[in-house]
């Protein structure tokens, strides 16, 4: 009985042990993601803005850039796969690597080669545990990716899109990504991403509306050069801050139910412990009782 009691005292201050360890997760994935949730705020307005100077360039001018031109025969297709760094943090990465395989698998269908780019080491080493190869990889960022690493993924993939194909270049690009909804909800969202697709200025002008009129210095051709890569640069900067959030989101939703889960079981063994302690003790006494009476009989017989 006291082999037992010890047993569940030691789990008791194991489960204890954890506990504090989750808690501190906790603790850190929420003020972390708080300031995340800031970052992706304030990056908006400039992507709204890059965003509506895209729209406006390639809507009034003829330009046939390279970025924004649809190849006639599309036979390759890079898929950009944004996972975490570091686990703790829920069915994160395994929702984005599960989208990711789905659109592999259509792609694959329209007969379409994949080339997979990676930013998380989780996404790279689900990549490398089953051999298949990577065109590029990216770590050390997930939970606070900053812009010089979102240049450095869109300049890889700007220069694979524009690369011929036998020199490994791509015919378009996809990202798959998780979209921060709220602290409940994130979403895995795959955006095409290459060659840009321009929505805002399609709509049909009413009668009555004046269109407003640009002019391009030096000239059209010279600002896409310029706009363009920023715009790729933002919409992958805006997935990573995204991304970033959404990875913090879920990690303090997995620490915070596995503190409640420590908890529970601490006052399972407690009272598992408290039970054996009792069951120790009425034992003890039903021996002193029991050694009583036998010396109380023995006195008697003599």
Not at 38 to 55: G, K, M, N
Not at 140 to 146: E, I, K, L, R, W
Not at 186 to 211: A, K
């Amino acid at each position: 009985m006291g082999a037992q009691l010890r047993v569940y005292r030691s789990k008791v201050k194991s489960v204890q042990s954890m506990k504090k360890i989750t808690r501190a997760f906790e603790l850190i994935a929420t003020s972390r993601m708080v300031k995340a949730q800031q970052r992706t705020a304030a990056s908006a307005p400039y992507a709204r803005a890059i965003t509506r100077a895209v729209s406006a360039v390639a809507t009034y001018s003829n330009e046939d850039h390279p970025l924004t031109k649809e190849k006639s025969e599309v036979t390759r297709a890079a898929v950009l796969l944004v996972t975490s760094d570091r686990g703790l943090a829920g069915a994160y990465s395994s929702n984005v690597i599960k989208e990711g395989e789905r659109l592999i698998e259509l792609l694959r269908g329209e007969g379409k080669t994949v080339v997979p780019f990676i930013t998380g080491r989780k996404g790279i080493a689900f990549y490398k545990f089953r051999h298949r190869e990577v065109a590029g990889e990216w770590s050390g960022f997930s939970d606070a990716p900053g812009f010089e690493q979102a240049k450095d993924v869109a300049d890889r993939l700007i220069e694979a899109f524009l690369a011929e194909e036998v020199d490994g270049g791509v015919d378009e690009i996809h990202i798959v990504y998780t979209r921060f909804v709220n602290m409940v909800t994130q979403v895995p969202e795959v955006v095409r991403l290459l060659p840009l697709e321009v929505v805002e200025g399609d709509t049909t002008p009413s009668p009555d509306e004046v269109l407003p009129l640009y002019e391009f210095e030096p000239s059209p051709a010279a600002v896409l050069d310029a706009l363009l890569p920023k715009y790729v640069e933002s919409r992958i900067f805006n997935a990573l801050l995204a991304s970033a959030a959404s990875e913090l989101a879920a990690r303090q939703r997995a620490m915070k139910s596995a503190t409640d889960n420590a908890e529970e079981l601490i006052r399972r063994y407690s009272r598992l412990a408290n039970n054996a302690r009792q069951a120790e003790i009425t034992q003890e006494i039903s021996e002193i009782v029991g050694g009583a009476n036998a010396l109380a009989d023995a006195g008697a017989g003599s």
